[in-house]
Nanobody, 124 residues
Framework: QVQLVESGGGLVQPGGSLRLSCAAS????????MSWFRQRIGKERELVAS????????SHVDSVRGRFTISRDNAKNMVWLQMNSLQPEDTAVYFC?????????????????WGLGTQVTVTS
């Protein structure tokens, strides 16, 4: 049974940090590229960051570059999102997803597997 389970979300003040985790099981993790998406209330799910299947390439969208860092460990079947300097506009449900093709990572419809998400709320 394929599972992606996110954790690490919570309530944090502006300027604070969180580290999101995504535990994968039930599929060959090391063959999939992994991404973090977020979905704000009333908005579509949007890509935040992606990492190649071997961890040798990463991309971060402009709004989080320099603040967020994606990483993975194929031996542990884990992917993380380190989030620093959090701002209220980062408030969202964060999802991890697995995609086969790197060039397909932008489109949610191309993802093979999704987790259920973890809530991040940034407020003073």
């Amino acid at each position: 049974q394929v599972q992606l389970v996110e954790s690490g979300g919570g309530l944090v003040q502006p300027g604070g940090s969180l580290r999101l985790s995504c535990a994968a099981s039930g599929f060959t993790f090391s063959t999939y590229h992994m991404s973090w998406f977020r979905q704000r209330i009333g908005k579509e799910r949007e890509l935040v960051a992606s990492i190649g299947n071997s961890g040798n390439v990463m991309s971060h969208v402009d709004s989080v570059r320099g603040r967020f860092t994606i990483s993975r460990d194929n031996a542990k079947n884990m992917v993380w999102l380190q989030m620093n300097s959090l701002q209220p506009e980062d408030t969202a449900v964060y999802f991890c997803g697995a995609v086969w093709s790197w060039s397909d990572r932008w489109d949610v419809n191309n993802y093979a597997y999704w987790g259920l998400g973890t809530q991040v709320t940034v407020t003073s």
